[in-house]
């Protein structure tokens, strides 16, 4: 459990994880595995962040290279023409925070400038300049782990041991960013489910997801539509959802704080209901709430 405040501060806008959230993702790119494609026009991104907003997301992801495996990079520019405009689209008619989902420090910069207020790297903000970047913007952040790159990282990932593994590399990068000058209360934490793990690998980080507790910040989870769904259901990418719901209800009742998710209303309702039992207010639910 965090022992630290649980109300942050993104560019003026509250994100509340006093309560666990859902982080609503709109990928602005022609080839993310899910959804790939379907934002890349403004008014529709914008239609979408209005719908999530709507569904009872706490925050709006706004990514623009993909990061499936096997994607290639995309360029900078190309990144900044992707993100920006939706950024400040969204911004302007939307009243949550605005997480950008980039390991750029370039990208991380501007899309602040027009109005996201949270930092989500893949890459644990280790490329050059990424950690003095995010130190000068004073932004929450989420550091998540991952082996290899996105285009290599499916090719026979190993550990010997993924749970100790990924806790050390997520304690060397949170006291790499608190060296840096980032404060404790801003630093989330992500075990990077996908992202060079084999579907082993991610089982196994899942049922032992508490031990990561021990650092004592907040988890976010991605797991909406991944293969690992797949692999285990034999589902096609649309067909995940259950499972999605399954795997976030265990790690809400390990300590995780922020669900990120494609399907934001099944997964807030998700999140009411295990609050409700959580705080024994079943009998209230089931008095005010009509019989079927």
Known sequence: MSQHPLILNCGGRQLNLTTPQVMGIINVTPDSFSDGGQYQQLESAR????????AGAAMIDIGGESTRPGAA???LQEELDRTLPVIEAIHASCDLPISIDSSKPAVMRAAAQAGAGFINDINALQAEGALTTAAQLQLPVCLMHKQGTPHTMQ???HYDNVVSEVQQFLAARLQAALDAGLLRQQILLDPGFGFGKSVKHNLTLMQQLATLNELGQPLLIGISRKSMLGAVLDRPVNERLYGAITLTTWALLQG?????????????DCLKMLRALQENRCDTVIATTPSS
């Open 256 to 268: 995780a704080k922020l669900i990120r998710s494609h399907d934001v209303a099944a997964t807030v």
């Open 47 to 54: 239609r979408h962040a209005a719908a999530m907003a709507e």
């Open 155 to 157: 090719q026979g990932p």
């Open 73 to 75: 990079a995309v360029s």
